[in-house]
């Protein structure tokens, strides 16, 4: 069956698509869910002035990266200030150690969907055990800010009901991103940080505004500056959509009168296989530190030395700093290859183990180990160039924006770009899949 033989739908078919095949409610329960997460982000903690705290945010660039991924619930001191970073830094976490623990590798790739749900189930808890672990770190930040907590009450009080709601406020996230990824459309965690990035749109726009608004001279930058984003969106979805095609040979088979198969297809591999994964992993690695040492910077430590140490590394880790970057690009390309890595459908020897099953072959390549390590090739130098170009992606808009000296957009600049591009794709072909996947069930009906 050719592509050719099949009707592209009409606007009424596309219609009934939609009421029949479920993509409305799935659609309508995600963005319930989102409501449900931005409300919670206004929601502030008991007994907190964030006020304070917001004025702390506009001036620094960790924070205030921290406060974009998180839609604005960090600056508020909201139930939801810890954002998705605890769930996804428990992934890369459990990810990580799975690939070193033997009993764990066997859950993910041997024990099929009761492993994984083993495996969700270790990621769930250590969320948790992260959460509280983050939660009391802010905590004991925001208590050494001067008139940060409302005078009268109980500092005991403050600190159990604050780690209390921040911790579970990080649950109720994680749970809402798994919800939406089960019930919904796209991968719940991505999504919630490009609602998190879509909300502060607006505040980056009006500050570059008044930014411009203040130094005509810029007004050129600015224009240079959106050409780049513009050019960047372009790459990013030709990185999104490209893929390495490898020729398969299939073999012919005869039954009855009628001959099967003898037709070549190919084996797609994605250029990024990650998607935006990688990106998201590099950020809430980079992103823990740096909050740690923000927070400790702000404190009042006694010691020179420890003071000189605690100084010096806020600067390696700041997003405004060239070091910053240096880690940026080498955990992005790392990530990459580590996503490839354990991925199902990039996997040298199970895709090589099945083809030598079904008698399919690649052409001029024997089956077995000559063709795993033909594909092992193949996708290294595929990935290689795929996480190369997602580095420098990654990397051109910060430039721009420091090269035009308009640096109130940075935090959308750079990696922010990449993931609503990606996660805006990601969506846009799953809805793609799910209306093209009830016009195959109307056509093979039709038949």
Known sequence: MSMQNIKMPSNADLAAMWNASGLKNKIIFTLLMVIAFRFGAQIPIYGINNTVFQNIAAGNNIIGFLDLFSGGALGK??????????????????????????SLEKLQKEEGEAGRRKLAQYTRLFTVVLAMFQSIIFMVFMSHLPAAIVPGVSHTLFYISAISSLTAGSVLVMWLSELITEHGIGNGGSLIIF????????????????????????????????????ATMVLIVIMQEAMRKVIIVNPKRQVGNKVYGGVNTFIPFKLNPGGVMPIIFAIAILLFPSTVLSVLGQAPLHSEILRTIVLNMNKLFSPSGAWYYVI????????????????????????????????????????????????????????????????????????????????TVQGIGATSLIIMVGVALDLINQVRTHLLAKNYESFLKDK
Request: glycine share 8%; aromatic share 10%; net charge positive.
């Open 195 to 230: 609602v998190g990035i879509i909300s502060g749109i607006p505040l980056y726009s009006q500050r570059t505004a008044e930014l411009v608004t203040q130094d005509p001279s810029l007004q050129f930058g600015l224009v240079a500056l959106l050409a780049i984003f513009f």
């Open 328 to 407: 940026y690009f080498t955990l992005i390309v790392l990530l990459t290859f580590f996503y490839a890595s354990i991925m199902p459908n990039m996997q040298p020897k199970e895709i090589a183990n099945n083809l030598k099953k079904y008698g399919s072959s690649i052409p001029g390549i024997k089956p077995g180990k000559p063709t795993s390590d033909a594909l092992d090739k193949i996708l290294s130098k595929v990935t290689f160039i795929g996480a190369l170009a997602l580095g420098i992606i990654a990397l051109v808009p910060s430039f721009a924006s420091y090269v035009t000296k308009i640096t």
């Open 77 to 102: 001191v909201s139930i939801f200030a810890l954002g998705i970073g605890p769930y996804i830094t428990a992934q890369i976490i459990v990810q990580l150690i799975s690939v070193v623990i033997p």
